[in-house]
């Protein structure tokens, strides 16, 4: 404690005043300039002090100035204030090391479609029209697509995830007297309204200009070089529909035979081709049956790489089935048959596939 501040002598104190010096500084006795060392080396640790024009500064260790980084110390805040605001508030940690990168996602799907049979454009007439595509989440009821030759649709319907029954918005200056099949169906916003503003005054009509003397006629000038010739298009394509005879399954891959016209269809030149198969099938038996599918190069007899596909049809006789098979095929030579090949899971002739909704189709790519 600091030395009492009477004049007498009490528990052996000297009677010294706190401001001046005892003249024994002991532990009962304790001067205030002492007393305030100790606090302050005890509580603040070493001290450095700055002394410009008579005002003394101190700077304090363990930069208690500035604070903790991430819980700086305020302006002007006392020392005791900020300790009472972290005691309050909580300190806030430093930010950890960045964590390691993720691995990648997965492929997305294609933000478009193509179609898979022919149509003619709609007009305003007769705005209504309807379309097969290759099946898509993008294409829904309620989505405005855009159709190259056509213009932008509203879509009305899509049935089985396949055919597209949609009405004119609005056409393009110039549409295409047929959509082909393999046409890019491009999902879009819907059309903004077109505001004309209303027509300003008519200006005054200025004075007419002299007629200017007619100058001479130039020298013809000397025949250019005849430019390169164009690169070749390769988007050929064609679209084969079967008949007349509907063709009963076997338990065994074989041809699917309409009788006349099968579904298969000639690549006219070496390239890659879209091949795409749509199927119409039906069954007379309640049991589920199994349906295979493939390609069959018949000029190289072979199959066709990856085209393989299965289907397992509902148990319900009677009830018409739709399939697809959708490939790439890579053809080396000119004039290759492409057919289709199928198969049952039963050998009791329960499955037939129809001539109506069933057609074969491809569209060059390269």
């Known amino acids: 404690m600091s030395c009492d501040c009477t004049n007498g002598v009490t528990n052996g104190n000297t009677g010294c005043t706190p401001c001046n010096v005892c003249p024994t500084n002991s532990a009962d006795a304790e001067t205030l300039p002492s007393a305030l060392s100790n606090f302050i080396q005890q509580f603040f640790g070493n001290v450095v002090k700055t002394e410009v024009n008579g005002v003394v500064t101190w700077t304090l ?28 508030e909580g300190i806030v940690g430093l930010v950890g090391p960045q964590g390691d990168t993720g691995a990648p996602g997965n492929p ?18 007769s705005p209504t029209t309807q379309f097969n595509t290759i099946p898509s989440a993008t294409i829904a009821a309620g989505q405005t697509i855009f159709v190259p030759g056509v213009g932008w649709l509203v879509v009305d319907q899509v049935f089985q995830n396949a055919t597209v029954f949609a009405t004119l918005l609005e056409a393009v200056p110039i549409p295409a007297a047929v959509i082909t099949p393999g046409t890019i169906v491009l999902p879009t916003g819907p059309r903004g309204l077109s505001i004309t503003g209303a ?6 009509t200025g004075a007419t200009g002299a007629t200017g003397a007619t100058g001479a006629t130039g020298a013809a000038g000397a025949t250019g070089a005849t430019g390169v010739a164009g690169a070749v298009a390769t988007n050929s394509n064609s679209i084969v529909v079967g008949g007349p005879t509907d063709y009963v399954m076997t338990a065994a891959y074989a041809k699917v035979d309409f009788g006349a016209t099968d579904l298969e269809v000639n690549l006219p030149s070496a390239g890659t081709y879209m091949v795409i198969v749509q199927i119409g099938g039906i069954q007379s038996s309640s049991a589920r049956r199994s349906w295979f599918f493939k390609l069959f190069n018949a000029t190289t007899a072979a199959d066709i790489a990856a085209s393989e596909t299965f289907a397992l049809a509902d148990d319900l006789a009677a009830v018409p089935q739709q399939f697809h098979v959708t490939t790439l095929v890579t053809t080396l030579t000119d004039n290759n048959t492409i057919q289709l090949y199928a198969g049952s899971s039963s050998a009791a002739g329960t499955q037939t596939i129809n001539v109506i909704g069933s057609n074969i189709l491809y569209v060059k790519l390269s």
Do not use: H, K, Q
């Open 61 to 88: 260790p363990c930069n208690l100035d500035v604070g903790l980084t991430g819980n700086p110390r305020g302006t002007s805040e006392g020392l005791a204030c900020y300790f009472l605001r972290l005691f309050g």
């Open 108 to 125: 997305g799907n294609n933000a478009y479609t193509v179609t898979t049979t022919a149509f003619i454009p709609p007009t305003v007439g």
């Open 199 to 204: 027509t300003g005054a008519t200006g005054a």
